[in-house]
């Protein structure tokens, strides 16, 4: 684009961006991704006179969050790539279009800290409004920002080109590449380079997939007999369904998924991944516990839903963390410890048994049923490092009036794990979510986070009241 036509072009922009920010009708609209972007933004209550971009991660943070994070890998490749740039800076997010990692100029990275333009601040269109790395993940497509098509108005000297990467293991974009500059205008081939750079990464990521993968398939095959349906730890369809009945994902959300045809399958972990198993002609009726939060215990066993005394539902926690059984020896010691009489123990397991039939057994007790619970979902979201799935499954702690030894120490452990996993790589939402919580109402450390989202989000006001306090 010549001056000349840069110039009418900005021209154009001033006047619809004082319309947009007045709430007037705009007398000429920019080109569409921008027009949508902005009424994105505006509808976001981003201020167009803001100063800049949110802080997320502080510096203590953001070391273990790029050592989590599966573009890590990929960093001196993406740089590399781009390293003819000079007089910019490259920049790379996660998913949620937090800076993770930043280089280049010195001299322009110091004026990007005047705006948050570094490690750690967050660019997604509801943070700072129009912008590469926040609209690209909107928009799920290469783009580029010129100055004055920013909605704030002290991006207004910066222009930038930005490309979404998508994982292909899970489907998800899992992150960014942005080059921003304070000159006029980047040259026309930056926004093709910033899109092959992120393309690059995603055949990086394709082929570290398809080595695992592989790998994947050598254990299966050394399986004997019937071994099920091979799943990725995303739910890949990678071997056992030749006709393609499964499609190429299943989600998986328990140890049972119902399949297209209504039947049910079981989910057992193996290796790096899954197998789906068909559920047995003859399954006894499934168990599903709901342990957490501080509404009651309550169980439901088949099609029946019951209360639970807060002892039974201890027994049966315990028993669903220790899956190959205990003695009643071992029970009451969990559950009083020396104090514990197994004598206790066996008769409470007779009331227990007396509503949930077979799905006990002895010697050692044990559950023998399909097996649900709310605690265990919670370990799986931990174990695979799931933020947004976490937060949605944790309403609280685990059984909050227990005073088990054994029960308080999975309650503690639990409620730290997903404090730190919250922390570490949860989003406002996801870190709003668990301010509901009896333990995170009045977490300091949460609420600090909260109360730096902008001045116009109802949490923030919220998290500050409570800091107050």
Known sequence: ??????????????????????????????????????????????????????????????????????????????????????????????????????????????RADQIGLADGHQWTEDSVGTNGIGTALAAGRPVHVYSEEHLMRVLHIWSCSAAPITDPDSGLVIGCVDVSGTSRSLHPATVALVAATAKLAETQLALRMHERDERLRRRYESLRGQPGVLLSSTGRVLLGDPAGDLGERLRLTGRRVILADGSVALVEPFSDGFLLRPTPSAAPAALTLTFLGERPPRATFGDLERPLSLRHAE???????????????????????????????????????AQLGEA????????????????????????VNDPRALARAYPGPLLLRSESPEIRRERDELEAQVRACLLRHGSPDELWAYAQTCNGHDDYEVLERLAALPATDPRSATARSRLRV
């Not at 190959?324 to 227990?352: C, K, M, W």
Request: proline share 6%; hydrophobic share 40%.
């Open 1 to 110: 684009m010549s001056y000349g036509h840069l110039n009418a072009y900005s021209r154009l922009l001033r006047g619809a961006h004082e319309a947009a920010a007045t709430g007037r009708t705009w007398p000429e609209l920019p080109r569409s991704l921008i027009t949508a972007s902005w009424e994105r933004s505006l509808e976001a209550g981003i201020d167009p006179e803001s100063k800049g971009a949110p802080l997320i991660y502080d510096v203590s943070r953001i070391k273990d969050v790029r050592q989590a994070h599966p573009l890590r890998p990929l960093v001196p490749l993406i740089a590399q790539t781009l390293t003819g740039l000079a007089d910019e800076v490259l920049i790379v997010t996660d998913g949620e279009g937090r800076i993770l990692w930043r280089d280049g100029n010195h001299t322009i990275m110091r």
């Open 315 to 353: 027994i049966l926690a315990l028993l669903a963390l220790h899956p190959h059984g205990l003695r009643a020896e071992q029970l009451s010691f969990y559950l009083y410890g020396d104090e514990g009489n197994p004598v206790t123990i066996r008769a409470e397991i007779h009331r227990l048994r």
């Open 360 to 383: 006990i057994a002895a010697k050692p007790y044990r559950l023998t049923c399909p097996l649900e619970a709310d605690f265990l979902e919670v370990r799986r979201h931990l174990s």
